[in-house]
């Protein structure tokens, strides 16, 4: 037992310092391992299944909306990127250059792409001429690489991995809601699947992406207060088109300049899944993202029958569609269920002699470690029953958790002693004058988080920073 206690003991309660808890779930549950090129991580089996399992549900999401997959260079020409102004500077300080190819040193420097912007301008440029060639709906799955001063694993690397869609439109209309569109197939994913509550919203002018006439966003609010931009989708309206000449001739044979869109999503929600659901024994994973969902542990294997029937209700189990697994290995049973709570697997099914003796098994919840007894030969379909138990209720704390976590604020005194002493969102009006919001920030870290679609209040008349006449509602934060 001294071995299974030392498992758990390696993780930092996150009561005591939350960011470090975080460094050591992501490394005790072997998410990630560090690597030798500085601010970046090396993502290992069990993260990337996690990732893969995002991008299976998010890919099939696009697909039913008609998007279709296409594959960009990772190399940017230096005149490319200087193409729109607003752009290149949003995203200059972050940039890494290659200079140099084998020996020989470049005519033009390529970027290495942050984003992919321009490479889908200079495409659709050529690819659409006519009306008949719209609208255009791709989405590439890539990394990207930007330098970040500060790196943390997911949340912020150097390089990761994400999905970035660019669409052309004959319209703005349609633009618009395709814009919008996506980001609801992205505050759908994360609250149907990862059972993560999001808040839905417009970002500010100071906030929205770098040549974007609006970017939306879906917010997430983690155990610790912060908040965590999740997803954005943003509506370029025509001037990348107007950039790089992209234009279509219309029904009527007049010239047009397209209207585009791009929304994307990363790895970072890796970490959101493990900030919003985790405790201090490891990671907690809902049910439709965990790569096993079941674990059947035997107890005393050594014993005859054992390990056999342990095979058969694992087989079982798979045949339902339930991802199960069987541990065999010749750890002791302390240390497999501290190693499957470690790895946040949902729900672990328990298999003795004395069991298969009396024809049952005992079944464990991950997040509520609640024990039940279940008949062998209906194992399958309660684990089933269990699992969808386990995600709606991960959701209902996960969403009571953020409600609570909300505060309100009517003017600035208020929002300063909010800050201080309520980690979460606070909601309060403004004035929509950026000096407010620089204020907020360089006063008391918080930043504007999004102006929200579907909650409306107005809680007071009065800016909650300067006292003037205000009428947006403001969901404000610290942010990772």
Known sequence: MAKDKKLVEAITSMDTDFAQWYTDVVKKAELIAYSSVKGCMIIKPAG?????????????????????????????????????????????PEVAWVTHGGLSELQERLCVRPTSETLFCDFYKDDIQSYRDLPKLYNQWCSVVRW???????????????????????????????????????ADFCEEVLAMPVIRGRKT???????????????????????????TSHNFGDGFAKAFGIQYT??????????????????RLIGAIIMVHGDDSGLVLPPRIAPVQTMVIPIQQHKEGVLEKAQEVKEGLVQAGIAAGLDDSDKSPGWKFSEQEMRGIPVRVELGPKDIEAGKCVLVRRDTREKTECAIEDVAQTVKELLETIQREMFERAKAHRD?????????????R???????????????????????????????????????????????????????????????
């Open 48 to 92: 990337y299944a996690i990732w893969e399992n995002i991008q299976k549900e998010l890919d099939r999401r696009f697909k039913e909306t008609g998007v279709e997959n296409v594959y960009m260079p990772m190399f940017i020409p230096e005149s490319l990127l200087q193409k729109e102004k607003d752009h290149v500077e949003g995203f200059a």
């Open 148 to 186: 970040e001063k500060e790196t943390r694993p997911f949340l912020r690397s150097r390089e990761f991995l994400w999905q970035e869609g660019h669409t052309a439109h004959a319209t703005a209309e349609e633009a618009e809601e395709r814009t919008v569109q996506m980001l609801n197939v992205y």
């Open 205 to 231: 002018e100071k906030e929205k992406f770098a040549g974007a006439e609006a970017t939306y966003t879906i917010e997430a609010l983690m155990h610790d207060g912060k908040a965590l931009q999740s997803g």
């Open 250 to 267: 219309d029904k009527n044979n007049k010239l047009q300049y397209v209207h585009q869109t791009s929304w994307g999503m990363t790895t």
């Open 404 to 416: 609570s976590h909300i505060s309100d604020a009517h003017d600035y005194a208020e929002f300063k």
């Open 418 to 480: 909010a800050v201080e002493n309520k980690p979460g969102f606070i909601r309060g009006m403004w004035c929509g004058d950026q000096a407010c919001e620089d204020k907020i920030k360089e006063e008391t870290t918080a930043t504007s988080r999004c102006m929200p679609f579907e909650d409306q209040e107005h809680i007071a008349d009065t800016c909650v920073c300067c006292g003037k006449p205000a009428h947006k509602l403001v969901y404000w934060g610290k942010a990772y």
